[in-house]
T-cell receptor
Framework: DAGVIQSPRHEVTEMGQEVTLRCKPI?????LFWYRQTMMRGLELLIY????????DSGMPEDRFSAKMPNASFSTLKIQPSEPRDSAVYFC?????????????FGAGTRLSVL | QKEVEQDPGPLSVPEGAIVSLNCTYS??????FMWYRQYSRKGPELLMY????GNKEDGRFTAQVDKSSKYISLFIRDSQPSDSATYLC???????????FGKGTTLSVSS
C-alpha cells in the first residue's frame, strides 16, 4: 500500500487567498484525521471523520476552516481566506476500527506558508 | 496545564547510550498509549503501542506505562545515529478517537 498520500507537499500563498489541502487515506481505513503541527503548539487535532461522517470538529480554529470527505478515498481541508497565522504543517492520518482505531498512519504532510 | 506534558529537549547522547524519554498526563481516562517517531520534514510513524499499564518490548525499544502515576516512558537501548529524530508520545481514552500528543522530544545520537 502507498500509505496516506497528501498533496501538495508545499504551499506558499498570500494572505486572503483560498488554500485547499488534499488527502487520500489508506485503502480500507474508516477513520480519517486532520492535524496541524506548529512549534508553539505541537500536533493538534483539527477534525476527524468516521465512515466519511465528521465526528469531532472542535479543533477547527474558526469558520475560515472547512473539511469534507465526499467518499472513502478522498478528503479536503480548505482555508478561506488564509492568514499568516495559518502557517504550519498539516497532516492527514487514517486508521482502521478493526485495528483498534487508534493506530493512526500519517501522511508526509503539507507545509503551508501564508505570506 | 496541558493534558500531556513532554520535555522538548533537545537530548544529545553518544552512540550506544541508553535513552529515556518520558511523558506525564492528567486525564486518568487515557488507556491507549503510543510513541511516534518523526524525522525532519516527515510525518510521524508509529513506534510502540500499549494498552493500559505494563511494559512492551520491541527490539531495542521498551515502552512502559504507569497509570497510577500517569507517567509513560520509552527506553532506547544501544542508541544509533539513525535514532536521531523527534519522539512524540500520544494517548487517548477510547478506540477510534483522536490522539492527544505531547509536543515531542528531539533526540540527537552522535557517532
Amino acid at each position: 500500500d502507498a500509505g496516506v498520500i497528501q498533496s501538495p507537499r508545499h504551499e506558499v500563498t498570500e494572505m486572503g487567498q483560498e488554500v485547499t489541502l488534499r488527502c487520500k487515506p489508506i485503502s480500507g481505513h474508516d477513520y480519517l484525521f486532520w492535524y496541524r503541527q506548529t512549534m508553539m503548539r505541537g500536533l493538534e487535532l483539527l477534525i476527524y471523520f468516521n465512515n466519511n461522517v465528521p465526528i469531532d470538529d472542535s479543533g477547527m480554529p474558526e469558520d475560515r476552516f472547512s473539511a469534507k470527505m465526499p467518499n472513502a478515498s478522498f478528503s479536503t481541508l480548505k482555508i478561506q481566506p488564509s492568514e499568516p497565522r495559518d502557517s504550519a504543517v498539516y497532516f492527514c492520518a487514517s486508521s482502521h476500527q478493526l485495528a483498534g482505531g487508534n493506530i493512526q498512519y500519517f501522511g508526509a504532510g503539507t507545509r503551508l506558508s501564508v505570506l | 496545564q496541558k493534558e500531556v506534558e513532554q520535555d522538548p529537549g533537545p537530548l544529545s547522547v553518544p552512540e550506544g547510550a541508553i535513552v529515556s524519554l518520558n511523558c506525564t498526563y492528567s486525564n486518568s481516562a487515557f488507556q491507549y498509549f503510543m510513541w511516534y517517531r518523526q524525522y525532519s520534514r516527515k510525518g510521524p510513524e508509529l513506534l510502540m503501542y500499549t494498552y493500559s499499564s505494563g511494559n512492551k518490548e520491541d527490539g531495542r525499544f521498551t515502552a512502559q506505562v504507569d497509570k497510577s502515576s500517569k507517567y509513560i516512558s520509552l527506553f532506547i537501548r544501544d542508541s544509533q545515529p539513525s535514532d536521531s529524530a523527534t519522539y512524540l508520545c500520544a494517548m487517548s481514552d477510547q478506540a477510534g478517537t483522536a490522539l492527544i500528543f505531547g509536543k515531542g522530544t528531539t533526540l540527537s545520537v552522535s557517532s
